[in-house]
């Protein structure tokens, strides 16, 4: 397909997906770099060899999934023309997105009832790895939110439709993407000890 060729308007959806496939790239590229730090750290001799995540992550992996089967809902609601179902979806998202903060905030509480602190004398390299792959998950998520409030506002505003959904489409790829990362987060660090 030459991208040269289209109108405009499909010009610039093509740049805007590339743009954000980018963007998605340097992020594996970071977080491919953090759990590699992580295995070649785990041959320290102060690597906790037996640490469990905590069940919040556990809980917070399945209602991240499911914040994606609730997008992709809204999306097919929005394609069949189903404004408020679309709504409902968005909205579920966004609460979901909140309820997966609040299990990786309890999860870190659960590290420090253990004992172990970011930093200082309580601190364990091994925690301040999940300490550090975690947070910075957290804030892609945060983002993936902001998106989500922009897409909502928007399709409060009607500017979207089957025809027009761009600005979905382009949050929801992103949402999948944080989604599917916390999966690999996840089982990378619950395997990797």
Known sequence: MDLTQGTLKEKQARAKKMMLWFGIVSLIMSFAGWTSAFVVSSSREDWLKDFQLPNAFAISMVIIIVSSFTFILAKRALKSGNRSLTMSMLLVTLFLGITFIYCQLSGFQEIIDLGYNFTGPTSNITMSYIYIIAAVHILHVVAGMICLLVVIYN???QKYSA????????????????DILWFYLFFFLYFMK
Do not use: D, P, R
């Not at 025809?163 to 993407?177: D, K, R, S, Y």
């Open 163 to 178: 025809e027009n959904m761009l600005g979905l489409e382009l949050a929801a790829t992103f949402w999948h993407f944080v």
């Open 155 to 157: 399709h409060f505003k």
